[in-house]
């Protein structure tokens, strides 16, 4: 029997995310701070993202490989809590997990200090910092490092700064005990890092991005619940989904509201639109292109998708006047 399909609408700022907001996990590994996990989830609610939650301590345990299986993100937040983390019981779940193509972010101030409470700490690809994470080393900590200072502030990355806003601050004068790393050889970017000029850890690593051998895995090493404004929370929250998204290769979308997609039985839709189609492409999340189809310049065009496993895409349309317009599909 075919599988039932289901359109999306699809927000300009988080093309990736919006087709996947049912597959989200968050798994709250947070028991110490309870505050910052609301606060968290709410920045992701202000970006239109609802996720399914895991509470680590309520349910005493952490969710199976089989069950992060079944989610197109999944989101490991451990705020400021540095005791008895379930995160480092999971580590070959987690592991198994990036290795099976499945986005992780790491969130937590204290989630290495939780495991390697000795710092600096050199990692070796036997660990899933270095494996995983794309830390090479856990130099430093704000505040322990830094003459009792704390971070005043967190800049993008030199690689990013066209994608993540600069200057971010916190509730607090300063943050303690956000971590500075090395990122790992390989392809691990900086997204964020320690500032402004001047300050004594300044430049050290604080957020770093691995897509290497098939992983895409995000670890953020200072709480975002803590960032000085919701509006700003919620910025940073919609920044790094997008940014996740950004290996779709799908770029300057938008929504049409003249667009329609819509059920043309078992295993097809037919994409309906006010303009001539010159294209349609069917993308899978990960930035596989897997279908091309021609619009013969009709406003109504046949998609078949025979063959294609259950799960979340995207489907995109390049109309005969240049336009790009996207829907997220779930098969």
């Given at each position: 029997?075919?599988h039932m399909?289901?359109?999306?609408?699809?927000?300009p700022?988080?093309?990736?995310?919006?087709?996947?907001?049912?597959?989200?996990?968050?798994?709250?590994?947070?028991?110490?701070?309870l505050?910052?996990?609301?606060?968290?989830?709410?920045a992701?609610?202000?970006?239109?993202?609802?996720?399914?939650?895991?509470?680590v301590?309520?349910?005493?345990?952490?969710?199976?490989?089989?069950?992060?299986?079944?989610y197109?993100?999944?989101?490991?937040?451990?705020?400021?809590?540095?005791?008895?983390?379930?995160?480092?019981?999971?580590?070959?779940?987690?592991?198994?997990?990036?290795?099976?193509g499945?986005?992780?972010?790491?969130?937590g101030?204290?989630?290495?200090?939780?495991?390697?409470?000795?710092?600096?700490?050199?990692?070796t690809?036997?660990?899933?910092?270095?494996?995983?994470?794309?830390?090479?080393?856990?130099?430093?900590?704000?505040?322990?490092?830094?003459?009792?200072?704390?971070c005043p502030?967190?800049?993008?990355?030199?690689?990013?700064?066209?994608?993540?806003?600069?200057?971010l601050?916190?509730?607090?004068?300063?943050?303690?005990?956000?971590?500075?790393?090395?990122?790992?050889?390989?392809?691990?970017?900086?997204?964020?890092?320690?500032?402004?000029?001047?300050?004594?850890?300044?430049?050290?690593?604080?957020?770093v991005?691995?897509?290497?051998?098939?992983?895409?895995?995000?670890?953020?090493?200072?709480?975002?619940a803590?960032?000085?404004?919701?509006e700003?929370?919620?910025?940073?929250?919609?920044?790094?989904l997008?940014?996740?998204?950004?290996?779709?290769?799908?770029?300057?979308?938008f929504v049409?509201?003249?667009?329609?997609?819509?059920?043309d039985?078992?295993?097809?839709?037919?994409?309906?639109?006010?303009?001539?189609?010159?294209?349609?492409?069917?993308?899978?999340?990960?930035?596989?292109?897997?279908?091309?189809?021609?619009?013969?310049?009709?406003?109504?065009?046949?998609?078949?998708?025979?063959?294609?496993?259950a799960?979340?895409?995207?489907?995109?349309?390049?109309?005969?006047?240049?336009?790009?317009?996207v829907?997220?599909?779930?098969?």
């Amino acid at each position: 029997m075919g599988h039932m399909l289901r359109t999306l609408l699809v927000v300009p700022a988080l093309v990736l995310l919006t087709a996947l907001q049912a597959q989200v996990l968050f798994v709250d590994d947070n028991d110490n701070i309870l505050e910052n996990s609301t606060t968290m989830l709410a920045a992701l609610d202000a970006v239109g993202v609802q996720p399914v939650v895991h509470d680590v301590a309520a349910l005493g345990a952490t969710p199976s490989y089989s069950e992060m299986l079944t989610y197109d993100l999944v989101i490991w937040y451990c705020s400021g809590d540095g005791v008895e983390l379930g995160l480092w019981n999971a580590a070959t779940d987690l592991q198994d997990l990036a290795q099976a193509g499945i986005p992780i972010w790491f969130i937590g101030t204290d989630m290495l200090y939780a495991y390697y409470p000795t710092v600096p700490t050199t990692f070796t690809v036997a660990d899933l910092p270095y494996t995983v994470m794309g830390v090479e080393s856990y130099d430093l900590q704000s505040y322990g490092d830094d003459g009792g200072e704390g971070c005043p502030l967190i800049d993008a990355g030199p690689g990013v700064t066209a994608n993540f806003s600069s200057g971010l601050t916190w509730v607090f004068p300063t943050l303690w005990w956000v971590d500075g790393v090395t990122p790992a050889p390989g392809n691990v970017e900086v997204i964020y890092q320690m500032g402004p000029e001047g300050y004594a850890l300044a430049g050290s690593p604080c957020m770093v991005r691995k897509l290497d051998e098939g992983m895409d895995v995000t670890s953020t090493f200072f709480d975002p619940a803590l960032i000085g404004t919701s509006e700003h929370r919620a910025r940073f929250v919609q920044e790094t989904l997008t940014h996740l998204g950004s290996i779709t290769a799908i770029d300057d979308v938008f929504v049409d509201q003249g667009m329609r997609v819509l059920p043309d039985g078992a295993d097809a839709l037919l994409v309906i639109t006010d303009a001539t189609v010159s294209e349609v492409e069917v993308w899978s999340t990960s930035g596989s292109l897997l279908r091309t189809m021609s619009g013969g310049g009709r406003t109504s065009v046949h998609v078949e998708l025979t063959g294609v496993a259950a799960g979340s895409y995207l489907l995109a349309v390049r109309t005969a006047q240049g336009q790009r317009m996207v829907r997220g599909i779930v098969r």
